[in-house]
């Protein structure tokens, strides 16, 4: 019997984990690797963060959906195991665009992309789906979530917060009623009306979505977008569209500035984003490494360093990724090395991002050793010699 054949016993909720973006706003560093594998924190890639928010809430099936650039990133998801979704009913399932009778495409949208995976859904036969974007750094219960959408008797979630009124035409935008009710929802308004943004984050009654899905797709005028058309049209339709407010620390970093910001988020005394936090734990699929090796010269301050790193240098207010190295006499501050990084004898390198296996030759300076200028970025694997240096 085929797979479409094939109805699993019934799970409350699933997650659809949309983890195909390019990510072209963070340039060198996505050259090759999809978005959501970009490595981050000293240990992870942004994707962890997302699987072990589901592996904390106890949502045990979660569908990856993947499409750009996908090697390093199929690679790493594996069996689920990291992020113990590896049960027997459950577990992480890799879904790439595929061919079927009738052809086959890349994703054309966000709604497109759960559209093309309905097969998937279905086999799982759940009473909610929730739908996810594997390029954010946050923690949160998705149970709480699941909880008020349950008490409202919604058709659907959207988890919301609060943003800066300068940054709000970014979003999704929404009005609610004093009951939580969504009364309007505008996506990336010019002129927002409303501080009260979706996060992408949303709780679907399975029957709606898979019918509204399905009229979607044959809808010639749609671009396929959960923001852009399905929820606009739910709406108009006047289905019950609750919101989920989160007020804990969440990012989308999606640019170079965002990034190394949201890196220095992890760091100091009381970081706003704790990666220490026993109830909710971040897991990985990194690999087993020796501890890191700080030389007699060595010396940290403010740092998270990775394992197998060796550090003989002065490291200041940096994340130091697994197996990176920095040399004795050299400087590394306010910056992010990413896995195999370095730093050789005597360079300084200040508010840069340094990609996997990147070189600093000796002696050479590197960043804005003033801050007045943007994050340097060197992307993986490369060499940057005497001579070359970047203010």
């Known amino acids: 019997m085929g797979l479409e054949g094939v109805i699993m016993s019934k799970k409350e909720c699933i997650a659809m984990l949309l983890a195909g973006g390019q990510g072209s706003r963070l340039g060198a560093l996505t050259k090759e690797i999809a978005k959501p594998a970009v490595s981050f924190g000293g240990k992870y890639r942004i994707i962890d963060f997302a699987l072990s928010n589901c592996a904390n809430s106890g949502i045990e099936t979660v569908g990856v959906l993947t499409q750009y650039q996908p090697y390093v990133l199929h690679s790493y998801l594996g069996s689920g195991a990291a992020w ?25 949208g966000t709604a497109d992309a759960v559209t093309q995976n309905l097969g998937f859904i279905e086999q799982n036969n759940p009473e909610y789906v929730l739908i996810l974007s594997g390029d954010q750094l946050y923690s949160m219960d998705y149970q709480k979530m699941l909880d008020a959408h349950k008490r409202h008797g919604a058709d659907l979630t959207i988890a919301v917060m609060p943003v800066a009124w300068e940054e709000a035409s970014r979003f999704g935008i929404i009005t609610q009623d004093e009951n939580e009710r969504i009364t309007k929802f505008t996506e990336k308004p010019k002129k927002p009306d409303s501080n009260l943004a979706s996060m992408g984050i949303y709780i679907f009654n399975k029957d709606l979505l898979v019918t509204s899905l399905r009229e979607d797709a044959i809808n010639q005028t749609s671009e396929h ?41 992890l760091l100091g005394e009381h970081p706003a984003f704790d990666l220490f936090n026993t109830n909710n734990p971040m897991m990985s699929n990194a690999s087993t490494r020796p501890p890191a090796y700080i030389g007699p010269q060595g010396s940290i301050d403010d740092c998270l360093v990775g394992n197998g790193c060796n550090i003989y240098g002065s490291v200041r207010h940096s994340i130091i990724s697994t197996d990176s190295f920095v040399g004795e006499r050299a400087i590394v501050e306010d910056s992010v090395l990413l896995p195999g990084a370095v730093v050789k004898a005597g360079a300084h390198v200040v508010r840069a991002i340094l990609g996997e296996h990147a070189v600093v030759e000796e002696d050479v300076v590197l960043g804005s050793v003033d801050q007045t200028r943007d994050t340097a970025v060197i992307g993986n694997d490369v060499v940057v010699g005497k001579g070359e240096g970047i203010r």
């Open 84 to 108: 113990n979704l590896n049960e027997s009913d459950g577990g992480v399932s890799i879904l790439p665009p595929f061919a079927t009778q009738t052809g086959g495409a890349w994703y054309a």
């Open 225 to 265: 977008d959960f923001g852009g058309d399905i929820i606009p049209k739910l709406l108009e339709d006047g289905k019950k569209l609750y919101t989920y407010e989160y007020r804990g620390f969440w990012r989308d970093v999606g640019t170079i500035s965002s990034y190394h910001e949201t890196s220095m988020d």
